[in-house]
Structures are given as C-alpha cells and as structure tokens.
C-alpha cells in the first residue's frame, strides 16, 4: 500500500463523501473528542446498495462491532471491515440519522435544524450520485447504551482528543459521513458542542480520489 496521506478536515454541523477504491483504509478521527460521527458506505457499482446496521448485527449476532468484524450491505456483500478502534469502543448501531423533523418531534426545535441525513443527501447531489434514501448510520463514537430495561439511554460520548477508528473498504465504496450537529442534548461530549472531524486516507493504488 502507498504511504501517502490524504487529510480531509470535516468542519462540525458538516458531511463528507469521498470514492474509496477496494483495499483503500480511513481513519475516521475525533480531532478534539467527544464527537459524534454518522458513518455510511454505499456501493459504488451500485448506490442503492449500502452497509447494514440491521444485517450486520445479524452477521455477527449481536449490537455492537468488534476490530476484526466484517461490515455488510443489504445484500450480504462485505463493505468494510472494522480495522482498528483506538476509543472507547463504545459506537452506536441503533439510531437513525437525525433529520429535520426529529429535531421538533423530540425536541421542540423551531425552524430549520442542520441534520446528518440532509448532509448526506447533500453530498450525493455534490458527487452527482443518484440518492436513494439514509439508511441507520454507524454512530461512531455516540455511547447510546441499552440498559437491562431495554431501555436506550444517550450518554456523552467520551471519545477523547486523537481518537480514531480505522476502516478497509472491501469493494469500491462511497464512503460517506457526518460531524453530527446535534446540540440540544449531551451526546457530542459533556459541553454538548458539534466539533470538527478528520479523514485519514490511505490509498491502495497512491491515486487519490476527492
């Protein structure tokens, strides 16, 4: 694999989708900790395809990923494999994307609220990909924990500064995410405040693709 580095700065509120070639890696990095960051990856062959939170639970048998698990699609093709977490590893598989209407329905929000599903539609329409729908993210680094109740509970994520995940593309994928701007509870850390991200980019072939 090439050495070289693609640094990609998603600002907070934001959302990013870059084109990963089979075998390229992303470090998807906390640059100050705590926050939230919606994660998804469509194939590239075919947009309508993306990783399933719902069929991988079921590929592994349980809620939550391990370094080493394969990621899968809806179709059961391995999109991503799950490389390396240097956090927590606390990242929720549950959730939905927050969009504009979640943000009156729980929170009495008035007005236009930015939201990690229109970040991901918008950056289909900027790549020029046809758009199908937002499927349920990968929450990395969102600790949303299921209580023996079976009752889900938000806690402050608490990723610290640095912090990384690291993911292999299987198939040449859009991978795709967003510097969740929730900020009207405490997930994105105990102040609550949406902060930049970071891709690392490693690209099997050298050649880089924006």
Wanted: proline share 6%; with cysteine.
């Amino acid at each position: 694999m090439n050495d070289a580095l693609e640094v990609i700065r998603v600002p907070a509120r934001r959302g990013r989708m870059v084109a990963l070639n089979a075998g390229d890696t992303v470090d998807v990095v906390n640059i100050h900790g705590g926050q939230v960051v919606d994660t998804w990856a469509f194939a590239r062959d075919n947009p309508a395809e993306y990783m399933s939170m719902e069929h991988s639970h079921v590929l592994h048998y349980r809620l939550n990923f391990r370094p080493g698990d394969a990621l899968c699609t809806d179709r059961w093709r391995t999109i991503l494999t799950f490389v390396e977490d240097t956090s927590p590893g606390i990242h929720d598989t549950l959730c939905p994307a927050c969009c504009a209407p979640s943000y009156t329905i729980f929170y009495g929000h008035e007005g236009y609220h930015d939201n990690c599903s229109d970040n991901l539609k918008g950056q289909f329409e900027a790549l020029g990909v046809p758009f199908h729908r937002v499927p349920t993210p990968w929450n990395l680094f969102m600790e949303t924990i299921v209580e023996n109740s079976n009752d889900m509970k938000d806690m402050p994520s608490t990723t610290g500064a640095g912090h990384y995940v690291r993911l292999r593309a299987e198939m040449d994928c859009y991978f795709a995410v967003s510097a969740c701007p929730q900020d009207l509870i405490v997930i994105n850390g105990e102040d609550g405040v949406p902060r930049d991200i970071a891709l690392h980019i490693r690209r099997r072939t050298g050649k880089l693709v924006a």
